[in-house]
Structure formats: structure tokens, C-alpha cells
């Protein structure tokens, strides 16, 4: 069965760094989703990627599928404490079923 | 608002209590999911509907049930809760290979 490794698993960064959260398959993905979720609240949807290479930014954040669609990377662009939280990615595991990865936990220092 | 709501938000109940979590959207979703969030597993999929009366098991099925009379609603039962079932659960719903809709999430508690 297919699975999602997420790296780093938890990140304390100061405010203004950049950072990078990873998401690497055991299986080639065909629909790769990251969304965020504050501490015991439910996620909220950040982006979708679907094409090898596709890139797709939203404010200060920027999502990416590699070509061999194996891996994609959320990265954050000068933190703020808002980007605080849990964020996990998802895929499409065969039809119908989803998977998740084990989630990495930001915390951003003001 | 487009939501998917779930009841209740925080529940404490004993071993073998039949219980039902419910779960409605208001965005006319064909397809609706349950999962389980435990510390250093991550989300696992229970069960999900693809359409009414259409559902079928995900990744961590035993001890639950569910059901799809409406389009709108998707409850989540469990027959005889154990403690094993302690956990933050949600809902969520999607129209077909788009993103998914989260609901709140309910907190378990089995004593």
C-alpha cells in the first residue's frame, strides 16, 4: 500500500526565515494535496498538485510536485506566526481512498 | 456558508455505549469521508461514500459503522466503543478528485 513520509516532523523557526516541509511516496502520486491544521481543529486546503513539476503559490507559501511525482515541498517564504500549525499532505491512495502523512508540526518565534 | 458540521464537538462515554457521530455538508458533495487522528499515526481513513447507499472501507474500519441515506449526511457509529477508539475524528466531503472539506472534528473519550 501506498505511503507518505513527511520531513521534517516538527520545525521551530524565528520569524522572517524561510523554511521547507517534505512529502515523499512509496508510489508514484497522481493528485498530491497540502492542507494546514491548527492544534485540534479541523484542515483547511491549501493546494493541489497534479502535473510532474507543477508549481502553485498562495501568499508567502509555494508547492511543488518533482517530475518523477515521488516527492513534493511546501515552502514557507519569510514565516510569520499565522504560518504556525500542523501541515499535512495528502494523495490520492488507489480510487476513492485517501491517504495522509503523519503531519509536521511549524512553530514560528516572534 | 459551504461547512461541514459535525455532533457533537467533545463526547465522554463508556466501554460498549452505542454511539453515533453525525455529519452533514451543505455543498451537494458526492463523495464523504471519516478519519481518525491519533498522536504519531497521522489521519487514517475509516470509511467513505462515494454517493447515497455506496460506501465502502478504508484503512481502519473495525469497530465502525456507517451509513448514506442522504447525499448530506454521513454518521459514523459505533456499535460498543472501547478505549482503543479514544480519538479526534473527522468528517469530510469532496466532489469528485478535488480537494476535501473538513469538518470541525469531534473528540472521543471511551472510559
Known amino acids: 500500500s501506498q505511503e507518505l513520509e513527511q520531513s521534517p516532523q516538527s520545525l521551530i523557526v524565528q520569524e522572517g526565515k524561510n523554511l521547507t516541509i517534505n512529502c515523499t511516496s512509496s508510489?508514484?502520486?497522481?493528485?498530491l494535496y497540502w492542507y494546514k491544521q491548527k492544534y485540534g481543529e479541523g484542515l483547511i486546503f491549501l493546494m493541489m498538485?497534479?502535473?510532474?513539476?507543477e508549481e502553485k503559490s498562495h501568499e508567502k507559501i509555494t508547492a511543488k510536485l518533482d517530475e518523477k511525482k515521488q516527492q513534493s515541498s511546501l515552502h514557507i517564504t519569510a514565516s510569520q506566526p499565522s504560518h504556525a500549525g500542523i501541515y499535512l499532505c495528502?494523495?490520492?491512495?488507489?480510487?476513492?481512498?485517501?491517504?495522509f502523512g503523519t503531519g509536521t508540526r511549524l512553530k514560528v518565534l516572534a | 456558508e459551504a461547512q461541514v458540521t459535525q455532533n457533537p464537538r467533545y463526547l465522554i462515554t463508556v466501554t460498549g455505549k452505542k454511539l453515533t457521530v453525525t455529519c452533514s455538508q451543505n455543498m451537494n458533495h458526492e463523495y464523504m469521508s471519516w478519519y481518525r487522528q491519533d498522536p504519531g499515526l497521522g489521519l487514517r481513513q475509516i470509511y467513505y461514500s462515494m454517493n447515497v447507499e455506496v460506501t465502502d472501507k478504508g484503512d481502519v474500519p473495525e469497530g465502525y459503522k456507517v451509513s448514506r441515506k442522504e447525499k448530506r449526511n454521513f454518521p459514523l457509529i459505533l456499535e460498543s466503543p472501547s478505549p482503543n477508539q479514544t480519538s479526534l475524528y473527522f468528517c469530510a466531503s469532496s466532489s469528485s478528485y478535488n480537494e476535501q472539506f473538513f469538518g470541525p472534528g469531534t473528540r472521543l473519550t471511551v472510559l
Open positions: 498538485l497534479q502535473k510532474g513539476g
Open positions: 508510489k508514484t502520486l497522481y493528485g
Open positions: 495528502g494523495a490520492d491512495g488507489s480510487t476513492y481512498k485517501y491517504i
